[in-house]
């Protein structure tokens, strides 16, 4: 009797399939509709945003073709949450012009294949890399590629050809032999496979990732030759679509094409999303390959160890990294390639950029205004303008704008800086993601958590996330009056004291000024000599005064010694 391997289980995934009733859209009132777009996106938001739950992940799909309208993939810790988030739906405006089409439930896992260690309880043994690997495959994050295929499969039980009485090495070696193609699609495809046997018709769900729909097609066209799909593998439907943020909702029911890039999103695109964001990245130094995947396709293979897995629905193997090349077999094609992308919309921003410099210290970054409209930029240009006449550079000084969200809280620093490192090391999948840190003040009682971003919508998704921190007491760009920041001034360690004491002179002149309300240097509670200056003013003009005065340009033109690089300057008007 051939043995069935371990198997350990992790978060549930739920996707479910809609169709929308067009005739009853188009037929509906306006109030009617607008309410059903309201509650719809306000609900699906939430879901992004893990506003009911403490893990997991959720996006939203425009499905193409005939077989349904809309796509919303769900991963949670339990099945009760899936049923709430099921039902939840129902109670929406929005429910009652849709249909659901097709839904299927399944469970994230690993199989024996991928360490006896593991499975055999030997902590020790269990490698790091290899315990990251496990934990990602067992709780996926949504990666933010662009489109999605999703497809059921299961492995052929034939008179002929039975996958399962395959002994452990047939079955390994047919998956091993995917491992060349496979290869080619690290960082083109992300995939997350779930075990759906005894939960829906087939074993395994398989959802496949990509910013490039060809991809997806080519992997699967050329995984089919593979004697592992072309004896063993059986299939369901298939579904593609492209992810949206639930801003965009509206427009898509309008007939608009979505994403329209102003929906307030993070999976470097969605609302919210993401930025617990997405997953999937492969492990290269490892190279772990589950044997159960879906479909055995392998990601990255490396073979110093060349572990592979056994069971995948497809004999082919997962992703691999190439340091110890264990293959996890739970993966549909084995590929992985997260790409980073951020739709929706960012209001604009910068998070306030005080002290603008010559060109060889600052340089203001402009994101637009604060809530992103014409308007709001035409005043950022307008004010670049003002600070290049006064000799202030207001350009790119590292080649590329950034964008800042800055929330205020009064709790504490360090506890505060807990709290973020969850939010960052989720953010740090988005490529668009540059720097996260949380500064304590030196003469207020406040921190101030400062996220930069190399997308406006990226940066306004990852605010729906800060402001869920402890006691934030505010926002940059929200305050009354005129704020500005300047951002992430990298003091020689040998000046540091002089930095701060040159401040405390310029904070006193500044409180003499007329229009200034307060300027506080606030330091990185990681890196002593990463420092930004916030200041609030009553008005632009009185800001500006202050940029063309006598002290400014003394003041950076000694700054050019103590400091280490020119520093980043964002500008929020």
């Known amino acids: 009797m051939v043995e069935a391997p371990a198997t350990e289980e992790g978060w549930f995934a739920l996707h479910e399939f809609r169709s929308i009733d067009w005739d009853a859209w188009r037929d509906a009132p306006d109030r009617k509709r607008e309410r059903a777009v309201e509650e719809g996106r306000s609900y699906l938001l939430h879901r992004e945003r893990l506003a009911a739950a403490d893990a997991g992940d959720s996006a939203l799909f425009s499905v193409l073709g005939h077989k349904a309208d809309l796509l919303t993939i769900h991963f949670r810790p ?50 790091e890399g290899l315990r990251r690997y496990i934990e990602g495959k067992l709780k996926p994050e ?50 997350v496979i779930a075990s759906s046997v005894g939960f829906d018709d087939h074993e395994w769900g398989v959802t496949l990732f990509g910013s490039d729909p060809t991809d997806i097609k080519d992997i699967v066209y050329e995984m089919r030759f593979d004697e592992a799909s072309s004896r063993y593998g059986e299939f369901g439907q298939f579904y593609v679509g492209r992810r949206f943020p639930p801003a965009d909702l509206g427009a898509y029911l309008a007939g608009e094409a979505v994403p329209t890039g102003e929906g307030d999103s993070t999976h470097g695109h969605h609302d919210g999303d993401d930025a617990h964001g997405h997953h999937g990245e492969d492990d290269s130094a490892h190279g772990h390959h589950d044997g159960d995947d879906a479909h055995g396709h392998h990601g990255e293979d490396d073979s110093a160890h060349g572990h592979h897995d056994g069971d995948d629905a497809h004999g082919h193997h997962g992703e691999d990294d190439s340091a110890h090349g264990h293959h996890d077999g739970d993966d549909a094609h084995g ?46 240009d307008e004010i670049r303008g003002e600070l290049a006449d006064l000799d202030i550079y207001a350009g790119k000084p590292h080649g590329e704008d950034v964008f800042a969200t800055v929330l205020y809280s009064e709790a504490d620093a360090d506890e505060l800086f807990e709290e973020v490192q969850g939010l960052r090391a989720n953010f740090d999948h988005y490529g668009t993601h540059v720097k996260t840190a949380v500064y304590g003040g030196r003469s207020t009682d406040r921190a101030a958590v400062v996220s930069l971003w190399e997308t406006a919508s990226a940066a306004e998704t990852a605010a729906g996330f800060l402001s869920e921190l402890p006691d934030v007491v505010g926002r940059a760009g929200e305050e009354s009056g005129f704020g500005t920041m300047g951002m992430f001034y990298t003091v020689k360690p040998e000046h540091r004291e002089d930095f701060t004491d040159t401040f405390d002179e310029v904070g006193e002149a500044l409180a003499g000024m007329d229009g200034h309300l307060e300027t506080d240097l606030m330091v990185n509670v990681e890196d002593e000599n990463d420092m930004f200056i916030a200041s609030q003013w009553r008005a632009r003009d009185d800001a500006m005064e202050f940029f063309g005065s006598d002290d400014f340009r003394e003041t950076v033109k000694w700054g050019r010694e103590v400091l280490a690089d020119r520093p980043r300057h964002v500008f929020l008007a």
């Open 335 to 380: 590929h992985h390639g997260e790409d980073d992308s951020a739709h929706g919309h960012h209001d604009g921003d910068d998070a306030h950029g005080h002290h603008g410099e010559d060109d060889s210290t600052h340089g203001h970054h402009g994101g637009g205004d604060g809530g992103g409209d014409a308007d709001g930029s035409a005043d950022a």
């Open 78 to 127: 339990t099945l009760d949450e899936l049923s709430t988030i099921e039902r939840g739906f129902e109670n929406t405006a929005l429910a009652e012009f849709t249909t659901k089409e097709s839904s299927y439930v399944s469970v994230t896992e690993v199989s024996g294949y991928v360490s006896d260690d593991y499975f055999e309880g030997d902590e020790e043994a269990v490698d």
């Open 142 to 191: 949504m990666p933010d590629d662009e489109y999605v295929s999703f497809y059921p499969m299961s492995k052929r039980r034939g008179e002929e050809y039975n996958w399962y009485d395959l002994s452990f090495e047939e079955r390994a070696e047919l998956m091993s032999g995917h491992g060349d193609t496979g290869r080619e699609y690290a960082g083109k495809i992300k995939q």
